[in-house]
T-cell receptor
């Protein structure tokens, strides 16, 4: 079945450091891919998405490119801020069915 | 714009008690609606989804049930809570065009069963 694997955290970075959170997926067909962010005590917010191969999603300085050849959707940001501290979830949505398949989440802590 | 509400925000219930969590969506019609559970260290699990009033699909058999009495209202219930029902419950909606649509999440309800 469809699945998402993302790097386990926690990830601790200093402010202004470069961020990469790896995400790979297994799916039949051509899924849509998402990154969601969850701040402490809150629900999930959509951060960015990509719906086809080579699409690049971007938002708030975060980027991720849908790589079909490597089945990956890695999240990157050039310079993280303390306010980026949160849990980041990679997810996929198959073209059939309704469920979003989530990775287990990666906790990010950015220190001043 | 669309907004999604959930209540209560936090709930502490004894084992064996009933449960009712409510989710409502504003600003859209005929959305697909979803209930997810986020348990500690276990990621997010889809519990139920609904594509219309009275239409409920269950993804995981358990002692929970869901109902959709109105177009933009989705309710999660239990007759008798178990300790294992503790977790963070998230409601979500998407445009009703079939699979692969972006899902938007509510603020969640944190449930602690003692």
């Amino acid at each position: 079945g469809d699945s998402v694997t993302q790097m386990e955290g926690p990830v601790t970075l200093s402010e202004e450091a470069f961020l990469t959170i790896n995400c790979t997926y297994t799916a039949t067909g051509y899924p849509s891919l998402f990154w969601y962010v969850q701040y402490p005590g809150e629900g999930l917010q959509l951060l960015l998405k990509a719906t086809k191969a080579d699409d690049k999603g971007s938002n708030k300085g975060f980027e991720a490119t849908y790589r079909k050849e490597t089945t990956s959707f890695h999240l990157e940001k050039g310079s993280v801020q303390v306010s980026d501290s949160a849990v980041y979830f990679c997810a996929l949505s198959a073209n059939s069915g309704y469920a979003l398949n989530f990775g287990k989440g990666t906790s990010l802590l950015v220190t001043p | 714009s669309q907004t999604i509400h959930q209540w209560p925000a936090t709930l502490v219930q004894p084992v064996g008690s009933p449960l009712s969590l409510e989710c409502t969506v504003e600003g859209t019609s005929n959305p697909n609606l979803y209930w997810y559970r986020q348990a500690a260290g276990r990621g997010l699990q889809l519990l139920f989804y609904s594509v219309g009033i009275g239409q409920i699909s269950s993804e995981v058999p358990q002692n929970l049930s869901a109902s959709r009495p109105q177009d933009r209202q989705f309710i999660l219930s239990s007759k008798k809570l178990l300790l294992s029902d503790s977790g963070f419950y998230l409601c979500a909606w998407s445009v009703a065009r079939g699979g692969a649509e972006t899902q938007y999440f509510g603020p969640g309800t944190r449930l602690l069963v003692l």
